[in-house]
């Protein structure tokens, strides 16, 4: 049977000229969502890309945005990695957030990529995120291939979070957080696609030249497992702060 998929909504489309710039219009979005909400639940992301939201939401914080009853959950874990492995994003998020506001240590949730049954900590983190009243606002990058989370080309719309193989491009992609590409996980925890799209709100970003291909699919092109984002396309809420480069082939 041919499924028909009708975009619900014109997708909001921030092109801004810069890095800073992208940064600064998405961390506004968060602010302005803790600010309305204190008690918000907010999807956070890793990678290269929301490292300036991070850095300005530290400096709110500074100035007195509380973090004190927002809870959070991350997208992804890296498999087999250490709370304190650097690369790790439970590292990450410490490091470049969590040290830095005032987050409750109990409302941070992030995939434990150690545990011994992960079926069962995609079961338990999924759940989690029901029992917390679901995302208010996700903010994600986006890969090369078009993935968000680690949900890579292929993954099924209906997954929620569950246990990927890292693709070729994507180990490429972030051989650069490690020694050597061969200490680069194959495998991950990542929300899916339906834990995604369950947010209320959804805040993509990107940056850089190397993007612009999977902007315009993600954007323009059909709305199709290839190509991860598409799928938000069917999203009500969404909006993609993008600089130039990222947005050159829209
Ligand atoms: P990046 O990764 O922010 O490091 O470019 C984005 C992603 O893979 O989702």
Same mark, same amino acid.
């Given at each position: /049977?041919?499924t028909e998929l +009708?975009?619900? @909504?014109?997708? !909001?489309?921030?092109?801004?000229? *810069? ?8 961390a ?10 204190? =008690? ?22 500074? /100035?007195?945005?509380?973090?004190? &009853? ?5 997208? =992804?874990?890296?498999?087999?990695? #250490? $709370?304190d %492995? ?6 990450? /998020?410490?490091?470049?957030?969590f040290?830095?506001?005032?987050? $409750?240590?109990? *409302?941070?949730?992030?995939? *434990?990529g /150690? ?10 983190? &999924? ?17 090369t291939?078009? %993935?968000?989370?680690? !949900? ?7 997954t929620?979070?569950?246990?990927? =193989? ?5 180990? *490429? ?14 495998? #991950?925890?990542?929300?899916?696609? @339906?834990?995604?799209?369950?947010? +209320? ?9 190397? @993007? ?5 699919? #993600? ?7 290839d190509?991860? $984002? ?12 993008? =600089?130039?480069?990222? $947005?050159?082939?829209?």
């Amino acid at each position: /049977m041919q499924t028909e998929l +009708r975009k619900v @909504k014109k997708l !909001n489309i921030v092109i801004v000229e *810069n890095f800073d710039q992208m940064s600064e219009h998405a961390a506004n979005m968060l602010r302005n969502q803790i600010l309305t909400k204190p =008690d918000s639940v907010l999807g956070l992301a890793t990678g290269s890309t929301p490292l300036g939201v991070y850095r300005l939401l530290a400096e709110y914080h500074e /100035m007195g945005l509380d973090f004190s &009853e927002i809870t959070t959950f991350n997208l =992804d874990e890296y498999i087999g990695l #250490a $709370a304190d %492995h650097p690369a790790s994003y439970r590292y990450y /998020m410490e490091e470049n957030l969590f040290s830095k506001v005032n987050a $409750a240590k109990k *409302n941070i949730h992030i995939p *434990n990529g /150690m545990a011994p049954d992960l079926e069962k900590e995609c079961e338990r983190y &999924e759940l989690s995120i029901q029992n917390a009243g679901g995302i208010d606002i996700q903010i994600l990058g986006i890969g090369t291939n078009g %993935h968000i989370g680690f !949900n890579e080309p292929g993954t099924e719309f209906g997954t929620t979070t569950h246990v990927v =193989d890292l693709t070729e491009s994507t180990i *490429n992609d972030n051989a650069r957080f490690f020694e050597s590409r061969d200490d680069v996980p194959t495998q #991950a925890i990542s929300m899916g696609i @339906k834990s995604i799209m369950k947010a +209320r709100n959804i805040v993509l970003m990107a940056n850089g030249e190397s @993007k612009a291909d999977a902007i315009v699919q #993600a954007v323009k092109g059909p709305v199709t497992t290839d190509l991860p $984002a598409s799928v938000l396309q069917l999203h009500p809420s969404v909006t993609f702060v993008v =600089d130039k480069a990222a $947005a050159s082939k829209l």
